[in-house]
């Protein structure tokens, strides 16, 4: 049962709305698992949206850093998102990039131990241009390595555009 797939693309590409249907149509109630935190009403009001948007099939639980605390053997996990996850490792750990980059990598190994199906979504930050705000800078770099590490792993990959999905990798 065990999978790992990584879907990705930018900003409203409809990666999240594909991989909920991918994850209903794996399981009848697959688990959201919600990295964000709250940082003002305008983000407050997305999240509310979102929960609004799925059924009662999914089972939500709302984690900003330690996944792995969650023991979801033989289920069907949505992670939305991977970029959410990094930032809370990023901010918390002051900016610094390799000490954010080896903490996501070592719980990423903790949590995807469980047997059960991942579905990670995260964004291509990275295809743009070149931000001349230093921390942007350096987050996209962190994004694009923690993306690149997840994708190394991963069973599939498939990048969103435009709401459609392309298959990049597939085991």
């Given at each position: 049962m065990k999978q790992i797939i990584l879907i990705t693309g930018g900003a409203?590409?409809?990666?999240?709305?594909?991989?909920?249907?991918?994850?209903?149509?794996?399981?009848?109630?697959?688990?959201?698992?919600?990295?964000?935190?709250?940082?003002?009403e305008e983000f407050r009001q997305r999240v509310i949206r979102h929960q609004a948007d799925r059924g009662p099939e999914w089972t939500n639980i709302e984690e900003d850093k330690e996944l792995s605390r969650h023991s979801l053997s033989e289920r069907v996990v949505l992670i939305d998102c991977v970029t959410l996850w990094c930032t809370n490792?990023?901010?918390?750990?002051?900016?610094?990039?390799?000490?954010?980059?080896?903490?996501?990598?070592?719980?990423?190994?903790?949590?995807?131990?469980?047997?059960?199906?991942?579905?990670?979504?995260?964004?291509?930050?990275g295809m743009g241009g070149t931000s001349e705000n230093l921390i942007q800078r350096k987050f996209t770099d962190l994004q694009g390595w923690a993306n690149q590490y997840i994708a190394n792993r991963a069973d599939k990959v498939v990048l969103m555009v435009s709401g459609i999905p392309l298959v990049v990798k597939e085991s």
């Open positions: 409203r590409s409809g990666k999240s709305k594909y991989a909920e249907r991918l994850a209903l149509t794996l399981s009848p109630n697959p688990v959201y698992l919600a990295t964000s935190r709250i940082w003002d490792f990023f901010f918390d750990l002051d900016s610094n990039i390799e000490k954010s980059l080896e903490a996501i990598k070592q719980e990423f190994e903790r949590f995807v131990k469980q047997d059960a199906t991942f579905i990670f979504v995260t964004n291509e930050i």
